[in-house]
């Protein structure tokens, strides 16, 4: 099993709360019947199980095609799921939590009866329960003035000049008797200093500074935690809004027996400039129907005013596992045990700017019929990823929500509303209740709505569960298919929609920033930015990224390996497997690793380092260097990596991340010279500049025992080894120009008759390619690293290609196994230079005839069996401890600290 959103940190229970829970789990014995979720020994059901998991089949299944299982039941080859269970393995449900207030913790497994009887039990992990907070202790200012109303805002780097003004608003309310506790997310300590200088001059603002990072809904509970108990009600605020002096006033005297009173709002612009005079320009207030609220929110935290004793009820909030508001949930809460109140005119100005955790137009939006015609020309593959993510980030969010209110508020709450709450909890499983959510939507489609089209999304969402349950067979289908894959994080950016074409797509995703919680008190750590952890496509550049962080870690340095691409299903062997590689046992024990998508908060702290390895790692550690203050990250630079795309966007973007401001680390001298003659990156400003801002090192090759001429002479066939890598990512690789000229070759008799081909390095199934002249290629599938270097060492000739400044590692492994080994050159990739690694390397230019030229000449040399041995003998890193030696740490470790 695993979990594909991790569970959270720490969460406050109170009342009792709950956890969501979504991942892949299957028996390898028999197939699962149920499954539930145990609480500290009391089991729940799943909302769903054998979900179909495409992507755990393919991680289990490698050297399977998931279109052409048809009649095949079992895998020898797999280890982990020899009966080829692991499709249908996908899973999730809500984890209830029982009512506790002090701190501790919580045990959570899946509990599985399987098809026999059987009965299977996995850990899910222990919770950590946090005690919940106390309030500050306050007096009322002005008793004589009225309630005493505690205000809370919720701070986190202000625009100053907007923060000064709504400061000023409050002070100028009519209601005096109030104080307004100001608990800050951890801004810049710059920004923090301002915002304590502008409430310095009155005593009645009480500050209060998270000592990291929580986002706008965690410091929205934690400022309404720090409420004092002596506060009759309680008002939240933005910090950018403007108040009407009469806005306290005018809630205290209409709140009579309501559990919560809100007004309406001006919309205004940054410098005041009127949009609307009132918040409901597209949809319709809605307060009393509880569905609708429970669907899509319509009380505005900065216009409502409660009283305190609903913090009881409140708080803690849900966890902040999805896209949660402070706002739905104290408005929910409220509604669920009485009455909401309104008042019909605006009572403050509601700033819209860029900076804004939810604009108006978002909270607003309806779409006209023509647009949602129009959007059924959207290709249906599209609509239903759409419906997949609704499902996830919307459906299992309410039903997340629903659980916690049924545990807090169902006994006060009425008898319809009960069934309200009740009845949608069950919507899931229901296709009636589903069809009311479709009936409840079509007002919409003629403008009228109070939820924004929310009962339409969710019908839409509830249908693709109906699909994937309908469609969902033994195995995968090559043309009617759905997959349960849910997305790596519960909790998307809203204001960083996904374009919804896939090339837009793939960038965002790249390239968005993760989300980080900065820290005050987060020990420093050197994090080294990954893409994924994928043991299918395990090359060379990720153990260079492994071994630095090893080094780094031997050093005394904590070191953390963090993920920004999203992590596939691994298997329960995936850490045995990476330590494995060379230079990488015992990996997991001095360094850290967390998956940076899959988290909704990676702490960093103020003082913490980066270390890109990729272009689209350095966008995101460029980011993290801005929100802790600014400066340099590392750059590990591998490759110059435009150039392993088309030229277009990709392209480009590649080229921009040299311009960040950073230290290079080059993987070799040959790539170091190649951004010296150009003056890229850090050669930007000069040679001189460039050289002091960067260093080189070679990436350890994979020693091979070198051959003895007596072994090489008594070989009765001579073999040839290209490495050869159809896949379009390995376009550098020029795949189609090796077997072009290998045809040339033997079409000309450079190559002997008789000569076996093979190709090695291909992710594909074993296959045979025709190359002309009778002759055929045969591709061999990737061996283990173990392996490799046996495999290398019975052959004659090799062929490694790589139209890059980079030399490439497999060439030199090739010419230390004693292969005559023929490549290309590239700039300063020159014969020369290359002859300088090893005599048993062949430099050709990157054409037909060159390599063809180069292969005859190869396989003239391979009869000189005393030169091969001689060019086994590689000036080039076979150790890691070498490849990152004391000089090169030295280098590395000053870099990082200046």
């Known amino acids: 099993m695993g979990l594909d959103v991790p569970l959270p940190a720490e969460v406050r229970v109170g009342r009792g709360t709950a956890i969501f829970v979504l991942g892949w789990c299957f028996s390898p014995q028999a197939r699962i019947r149920s499954l539930s979720l145990v609480v500290d020994g009391h089991a729940q059901p799943v909302m769903a199980h054998e979900m179909p998991r495409l992507d755990v089949l393919r991680a289990l299944h490698p050297g399977l095609d998931p279109d052409a299982l048809a009649g095949i039941e079992s895998d020898p080859a797999s280890a982990e799921d020899p009966r080829m269970l692991s499709y249908r393995s996908g899973f999730w449900g809500v984890a209830a939590i029982a009512s506790r207030t002090g701190a501790g913790h919580s045990e959570l497994e899946v509990r599985a009866v399987l098809a026999d009887g059987s009965v299977a039990v996995s850990d899910l992990g222990r919770v950590p329960i946090a005690a919940l907070r106390g309030p500050l202790e306050a007096e009322a200012p002005e008793p004589s003035s009225g309630p005493f109303v505690a205000i809370a805002m919720a701070t986190f780097e202000p625009p100053m000049n907007l923060f000064a003004r709504q400061v000023e608003s409050i002070r100028a309310q009519s209601h005096r008797n109030w104080v307004c506790i100001i608990s800050d997310d951890c801004s810049d300590p710059q920004r923090f200093a301002a915002i304590k200088e502008v409430v310095s001059a009155d005593e009645r603002f009480l500050v209060s500074r998270s000592p990291r990072r929580r986002g706008f809904y965690e410091n929205f509970e934690r400022a309404l935690s720090l409420v004092p108990v002596a506060a009759t009600f309680v008002a939240m605020a933005d910090q950018d809004d403007i108040w009407h002096a009469d806005k306290l006033r005018t809630l205290v005297d209409a709140v009579g027996d309501a559990q919560l009173v809100y007004s309406d709002a001006r919309i205004v612009g940054p410098n005041g400039e009127l949009t609307s005079d009132t918040y409901w320009t597209g949809r319709r207030n809605n307060y009393t129907g509880f569905l609708s609220l429970l669907v899509a929110n319509s009380v505005t935290g900065a216009a409502s005013l409660f009283p305190r004793r609903l913090l009881e009820l409140a708080l803690p909030f849900p966890p902040a596992q999805f896209a949660h508001y402070h706002d739905h949930w104290i408005a929910l809460t409220a509604l669920a045990v009485g009455h909401i109140a309104y008042v019909d005119r605006p009572l403050y100005d509601y700033v819209q700017h860029t900076g804004a955790a939810l604009g108006h137009v978002e909270a607003s939006r309806v779409r006209a019929l023509r647009t949602r015609i129009a959007s059924l020309r959207t290709d249906l593959r599209e609509r239903l990823r759409a ?30 509303k009960r069934r309200v709450l009740e009845r949608f909890l069950r919507t899931d499983g229901s296709i009636a209740l589903t069809v009311d959510l479709w009936q409840r939507g079509l007002p919409e489609l003629v403008g009228r709505t109070a939820t924004v089209g929310a009962e339409m999304k969710l019908a839409y969402a509830f249908a693709w569960r109906r699909a994937l349950a309908a469609t969902t067979g033994k195995g995968p289908r090559r043309h009617l298919r759905l997959d349960a894959a849910p997305p790596p994080n519960l909790a998307p950016k809203s204001l960083r929609p996904s374009p919804a074409a896939p090339g837009p797509r793939e960038i965002v995703q790249k390239t968005s920033p993760l989300e980080f919680s900065v820290s005050d008190v987060a020990p420093m750590r050197v994090n080294v930015l990954i893409p994924t952890i994928d043991l299918e496509h395990f090359f060379g550049g990720y153990i260079a990224k492994l071994n630095l962080a090893r080094r780094l870690s031997e050093r005394g340095l904590r070191v953390r390996v963090l993920t920004i691409d999203r992590v596939p299903p691994l298997p329960r062997s995936w850490r045995r497997e990476v330590e494995a590689y060379r230079g990488l046992a015992g990996l997991f024990d001095r360094v850290e690793v967390e998956f940076g998508r899959e988290s909704s908060g990676v702490e960093i702290g103020r003082s913490d380092r980066f270390v890109a390895s990729t272009w689209w790692s350095a966008y995101i550690a460029h980011e993290a260097m801005r929100l802790i203050g600014g400066g340099r990250f590392l ?29 290079a680390l080059f993987s070799t001298e040959f790539l170091r010279e190649y951004f010296r003659r150009h003056r890229l990156g850090v050669y930007a400003e000069g040679v001189a500049e460039g050289d002091a801002a960067s260093a080189s090192f070679e990436n350890a090759i994979t020693p091979v025992d070198p051959p003895v001429a007596t072994e090489l002479e008594a070989r009765r066939s001579r073999r040839l080894l290209f490495y050869a890598r159809p896949e379009p990512h390995a376009a550098r690789n020029m795949y189609d120009l090796g077997l072009l000229a290998l045809g040339h070759a033997i079409q000309r008799g450079l190559i002997p008759p008789g000569w076996e081909l093979h190709g090695i390095g291909s992710l594909s199934s074993m296959k045979r390619v025709d190359i002309g002249s009778g002759a055929t290629l045969t591709l061999l ?3 283990a690293q173990g392996e490799y270097a046996q495999v290398l060492r019975s052959y004659d000739v090799g062929l490694s290609l790589m139209y890059t400044p980079h030399p490439s590692l497999v060439p030199i ?33 990157p054409t037909i005839e060159g390599v063809a030229a180069g292969l005859g000449e190869a396989a ?6 005393d030169g091969r041995v001689a060019g086994s003998d590689v000036r080039w890193s076979r150790s890691w401890d070498e490849s990152f030696g004391d000089a090169q740490l030295d280098w590395v470790v000053a870099a990082l600290e200046s």
């Not at 996830?392 to 629903?402: E, K, Q, T």
């Not at 591998?638 to 392209?651: I, K, N, R, S, V």
Request: aromatic share 12%; glycine share 4%.
């Open 860 to 865: 003239a040399r391979a009869e000189d069996f």
């Open 781 to 783: 599938r990737r061996s």
């Open 387 to 416: 419906w997949k993510m609704r499902y996830f980030f919307d459906v299992c969010r309410l039903i997340s929500v629903a659980t916690v209110l049924e545990q807090r508020c169902g006994p006060a709450m009425s008898a319809d």
């Open 635 to 663: 750059y590990l630079i591998q490759e110059y990596e435009p150039f392993t795309y088309p030229m277009g966007t990709f392209a480009a973007m590649a080229s921009e991340s040299y311009r960040f401001p950073h230290r």
């Open 813 to 845: 492994e090739m010419a230390s196994a004693g292969l005559m080994t023929v490549t290309n050159s590239f700039e300063n990739k020159t014969p020369e230079a290359m002859a300088g690694i090893s005599s048993n390397l062949v430099t050709a230019p």
